[in-house]
């Protein structure tokens, strides 16, 4: 059977291949430990669920606009406002099936064939798949583990070409937790304005789960403004992964291409889950809080304990909700010869599930996420410690 050529530039996620893996080894009755998706263990907010129901019992069910209903893109507007101190139209924004849809709209209508994406590793997996897909080339800068996973404004502009047409990060990062301030921001927007043909796409996904002060967006920088595109979405801070609810802010110019995109695809995001997302954004923040100060928790837990396995250097990842530990000291060991098989080592001996750095550009590290119990979390450190304290004999 002849597939699609475009199929033979991307991979299915490592995320998504581990979490699989897993499923299908407990359904063999091993008792596996999954710490490969990020996904919150915790129930979405009930104000929350109750919006959906009422949507429903009022006969909320029938096609939904392209781009979201007004209500919905208009609590996105306020929020932006509220939360960010950023000004957006409701002709500036508007909502798709997850954060991932809003990645791939919004690269689909900005990139041509050749063009270049500058992509600070480690990234999030799909990021240049998607680039591929759009017959793109990546280019990526290399955020180093002394530098907190983050980026300088040289190796910046050492990276810009003629062809650069994008660049697109993520902070909170997914996999490493780095934050940037509003300093490393400006540092970046003073390179940016000095190339005015480059668009730059912010994934702030993560901003809830914050450990050290206000979010920072670098669309807040008036210089700017009519090239950044901000993704976000419901998934992380509001535990709603299987409502599937993203949004774009961006130049109306975008959002009407990205629109025309979306509707010879999947058209509007369910009408259900929209006016629930409106309850999220307008209604009581407390229980986001409530999963921050878990998710802390958890982070300070395990940094510290991983700290004491011998050969793991660990940062103090401050958002998101993941540990990107290096395990340089590992390879070569056994049969170890990079991340990949390490991490296939602690499934096989430790039955702890995690995701190799390969898949995010760093083959030196791996990726753990804490969005589990903290017993849980105690428990898989417990089995790692064993595991590996058999490769240090």
Same mark, same amino acid.
């Not at 291949?17 to 710490?35: H, N, Y």
């Not at 993520?170 to 927007?189: F, H, I, M, Q, R």
């Not at 304005?193 to 002060?213: A, M, Q, R, T, W």
């Given at each position: 059977?002849?597939?699609?050529?475009?199929?033979?530039?991307? $991979?299915?996620?490592?995320?998504?291949?581990?979490?699989?893996?897993?499923?299908?080894?407990?359904?063999?009755?091993? &008792? #596996?430990?999954?710490?490969?998706?990020? $996904?919150?263990?915790?129930?979405?907010?009930?104000?929350? !669920?109750?919006?959906?129901?009422?949507?429903?019992?009022?006969?909320?069910?029938?096609?939904?606009?392209?781009?979201?209903?007004?209500?919905?893109?208009?609590? #996105?507007?306020?929020?932006?406002?509220?939360?960010?101190?950023?000004?957006?139209?409701?002709? =500036?924004?508007?909502?798709?099936?997850?954060?991932?849809?809003?990645?791939?709209?919004?690269?689909?209508?900005?990139?041509?064939?050749?063009?270049?994406?500058?992509?600070?590793?480690?990234?999030?997996?799909?990021?240049? &798949?998607?680039?591929?897909?759009?017959?793109? =080339?990546?280019?990526? !800068?290399? @955020?180093?583990?002394?530098? $907190?996973?983050?980026?300088?404004?040289?190796?910046?502009?050492? @990276?810009?070409?003629?062809?650069?047409?994008?660049?697109?990060?993520?902070?909170?990062?997914?996999?490493?937790?780095?934050? /940037?301030?509003?300093?490393?921001?400006?540092?970046?927007?003073?390179?940016?304005?000095?190339?005015?043909?480059?668009?730059?796409?912010?994934?702030?996904?993560?901003?809830?789960?914050?450990?050290?002060?206000?979010?920072?967006?670098?669309?807040?920088?008036?210089?700017?403004?009519?090239?950044?595109? #901000?993704?976000?979405?419901?998934?992380?801070?509001?535990?709603?992964?299987?409502?599937?609810?993203?949004?774009?802010?961006?130049?109306?110019?975008?959002?009407?291409?990205?629109?025309?995109?979306?509707?010879?695809?999947?058209?509007?995001?369910?009408?259900?889950?929209?006016?629930?997302?409106?309850?999220?954004? =307008?209604?009581?923040?407390?229980?986001?809080?409530?999963?921050?100060? @878990?998710?802390? $928790?958890?982070?300070?837990?395990?940094?510290?304990?991983?700290?004491?396995?011998?050969?793991?250097?660990?940062?103090?990842?401050?958002?998101?909700? /993941?540990?990107?530990?290096?395990?340089?000291? /590992?390879?070569?060991?056994?049969?170890?010869?990079?991340?990949?098989?390490?991490?296939?080592?602690?499934?096989?001996?430790?039955?702890?599930?995690?995701?190799?750095?390969?898949?995010?550009?760093?083959?030196?590290?791996?990726? #753990?996420?804490?969005?589990?119990?903290?017993?849980?979390?105690?428990?898989?450190?417990?089995?790692?410690?064993?595991?590996?304290?058999?490769?240090?004999?």
């Amino acid at each position: 059977m002849e597939l699609a050529k475009r199929l033979t530039k991307i $991979e299915e996620p490592q995320t998504i291949k581990m979490a699989k893996l897993s499923r299908e080894l407990r359904a063999q009755g091993k &008792d #596996i430990i999954d710490l490969s998706l990020g $996904e919150p263990d915790f129930k979405t907010p009930q104000h929350i !669920i109750d919006a959906a129901i009422t949507a429903m019992n009022d006969g909320f069910t029938k096609y939904p606009p392209v781009a979201g209903f007004p209500d919905l893109r208009q609590a #996105i507007c306020d929020k932006f406002k509220r939360d960010n101190n950023l000004d957006f139209n409701i002709e =500036n924004v508007m909502v798709s099936t997850g954060a991932k849809q809003c990645l791939y709209n919004a690269i689909m209508s900005i990139i041509n064939e050749g063009d270049e994406v500058i992509i600070p590793t480690p990234f999030w997996v799909t990021y240049a &798949d998607i680039v591929k897909l759009a017959d793109g =080339n990546v280019v990526k !800068i290399s @955020a180093s583990f002394e530098n $907190e996973f983050k980026i300088t404004p040289q190796q910046l502009e050492a @990276a810009i070409t003629p062809k650069t047409k994008l660049f697109m990060f993520s902070s909170p990062c997914n996999p490493t937790g780095a934050v /940037y301030s509003k300093e490393e921001l400006k540092g970046l927007a003073d390179v940016f304005i000095k190339y005015p043909n480059i668009f730059i796409l912010s994934d702030e996904i993560y901003e809830h789960i914050n450990f050290v002060g206000k979010h920072e967006s670098i669309a807040q920088f008036s210089e700017l403004k009519n090239r950044v595109l #901000i993704v976000n979405g419901f998934s992380k801070g509001f535990a709603m992964t299987g409502w599937r609810l993203g949004f774009l802010a961006a130049p109306k110019e975008i959002i009407t291409a990205c629109e025309k995109l979306q509707s010879q695809s999947t058209s509007g995001p369910n009408s259900i889950t929209q006016k629930a997302g409106v309850a999220a954004l =307008n209604g009581d923040m407390k229980p986001t809080q409530m999963m921050q100060d @878990a998710f802390r $928790e958890r982070r300070d837990y395990l940094v510290a304990a991983l700290r004491e396995i011998k050969g793991f250097q660990v940062n103090n990842p401050p958002g998101a909700f /993941y540990v990107f530990p290096n395990i340089e000291y /590992y390879l070569g060991k056994g049969n170890i010869q990079n991340a990949e098989d390490f991490c296939m080592y602690l499934l096989d001996k430790a039955q702890v599930s995690t995701v190799t750095g390969d898949a995010f550009g760093d083959p030196h590290c791996f990726r #753990i996420s804490y969005a589990t119990s903290l017993d849980t979390l105690k428990e898989a450190v417990k089995r790692i410690k064993e595991a590996v304290s058999i490769l240090n004999d």
